[in-house]
């Protein structure tokens, strides 16, 4: 590896952070630029513009992602990756994904500042809606970069029938041309991402860099209780079938379910009903959740303890309950490559702390089209996806100096 680079440019990547912080929706708490919006659109537009002012050649996808790409001196060797997602959560913070994107352009500025010029290629990439949609899908650009963003993905719907693919083209993407969006994972040397840890960990162990060890499994779910409606006033409580009260009690189901766990998790994100009236009992009921768990036999165990719970639960309440799920098992980090992360953060004086991810990330997808690794840096009180997400610029920038030098090193290897 030859000449030392410089440090991040961290008044720039403070400019960049709060520039993307004014490209939301307003009529949302916090920071919201929920995927396909048209302040989604916005922030790829300035990020693809800042890649075509830092000399990259760059391009969006059918699907949105925007990716640049700096040359190498070998045009033969594969390409090594770098990125994340720029699109948050409704209501959420400006960090999460944002320091990923800005990072990595910071990491072109690093190399261009003190005139390294890699063997590899360097992609650097936007990937788009990683957050997810009504219609339950989460990595979309990723996936769709892996290959495995299918026509059941996007023919998912959400409660009023509308489909991912009239989302995405509402937000003027081409759906259609998905399959166009697929990279070819020969072209992939190495995918590293660096992203705010969004939990306590770090912060507890006074550590400032964390390195990933694998990203949890996810288990979502959708539970349909079906009940009876009946008159609220005239009907004995002995006789009712509340579809609303059984899927109360499924709810707290979950909750118990995922504490009595080792480190599993378990979250109920919304319960609707057909009729939302306080004169009628509930026939139907929808409750939709998830479980996460590192280990992939605890996620099994965590969701087949919930089913089977449902039967007393119909017992209790004279109901029908269906559930349906989807389990995206854990995702493990290359060990060889986060090896290569933690000398990278060793040689910039931290000793990273080893941990896995409780959120999931772009490096899922990724990690199935090359060897991956993350780069994780404290979040203040643990707190992500909601306002209060905060990550010190001083963090930031140590960050981005581990995954300059983590590229470096990983330049060095065929
Ligand atoms: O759901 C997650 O964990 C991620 O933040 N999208
Ligand atoms: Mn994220
Ligand atoms: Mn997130």
């Known amino acids: 590896m030859s000449s030392a680079s410089s440090g991040a440019d961290t008044a720039w990547v403070d400019e960049a952070i709060k520039h993307l912080s004014t490209l939301v929706d307003s009529d ?6 929920i995927g396909f919006s048209e302040q989604d659109a916005a922030a790829r537009d300035w990020i693809h513009q800042q890649m075509l002012e830092l000399g990259l050649d760059v391009r969006t996808d059918p699907v949105g992602n925007v990716i640049g790409r700096l040359e190498g001196q070998d045009p033969n060797a594969p390409d090594i990756v770098i990125g994340s997602h720029s699109d948050t959560v409704p209501g959420g913070g400006r960090f999460d994904g944002i320091v990923g994107v800005v990072g990595a352009l910071e990491v072109v500025r690093v190399l261009q500042r003190s005139n390294i010029r890699l063997r590899h290629g360097l992609r650097v990439v936007d990937f788009s809606n990683e957050e997810g949609n009504p219609q339950g ?38 759906p259609q041309e998905v399959g166009s969006a697929r990279w070819n994972r020969r072209d992939i040397a190495a995918y590293l991402e660096l992203h705010i840890e969004q939990g306590p960990r770090l912060e507890a162990a006074g550590a400032s860099i964390g390195v990933v060890t694998r990203i949890c499994g996810i288990s979502t779910f ?3 209780v079906h009940g009876r409606r009946d008159h609220a006033g005239t009907t004995p409580m002995s006789t009712r079938a509340d579809a609303l009260c059984c899927a109360a ?25 057909t009729s939302p009236l306080t004169n009628t009992i509930s026939e139907e009921a929808r409750v939709t959740g998830e479980f996460r768990s590192a280990d992939e036999t605890d996620l099994e165990e965590l969701l087949q303890t919930f089913a089977g719970t449902l039967p007393a639960l119909d017992a209790r309440h004279g ?28 040689r910039a004086g931290h000793d990273a702390l080893r941990l896995y991810s409780g959120a999931t990330h772009d490096s899922v997808e990724m990690s199935a089209m090359a060897p991956s690794a993350m780069i994780f840096v404290p979040s203040v009180g643990g707190r992500s996806h909601c306002p209060e997400e905060w990550t010190d610029l001083a963090d930031i920038g140590r960050g981005i100096d581990v995954l300059t030098q983590a590229v470096r090193l990983r330049d060095d290897l065929p």
């Not at 899908?137 to 026509?151: D, E, F, H, Q």
């Not at 109901?319 to 060793?346: F, Q, Y």
């Open 28 to 33: 949302l708490p916090g920071w919201s630029r």
């Open 222 to 224: 959708v539970l349909d």
């Open 319 to 346: 109901t029908r309950t269906d559930l349906a799920w989807k389990m995206d098992p854990p995702a493990i980090m290359d060990e060889a490559l986060s090896d290569l992360v933690a000398e990278a953060a060793r």
């Open 249 to 273: 009690d499924a709810v707290l189901a979950v909750q118990r379910i995922a504490a009595s766990s080792d480190d599993g998790v378990g979250t109920v994100g919304a319960v609707t009903t």
């Open 137 to 174: 899908i989460k990595l979309v650009g990723s996936r769709a970069v892996a290959g495995t963003l299918g026509p059941e993905a996007l023919a998912a719907s959400d409660e009023e029938g509308r489909t991912l693919a009239a989302l995405m083209a509402s937000g003027g993407r081409s």
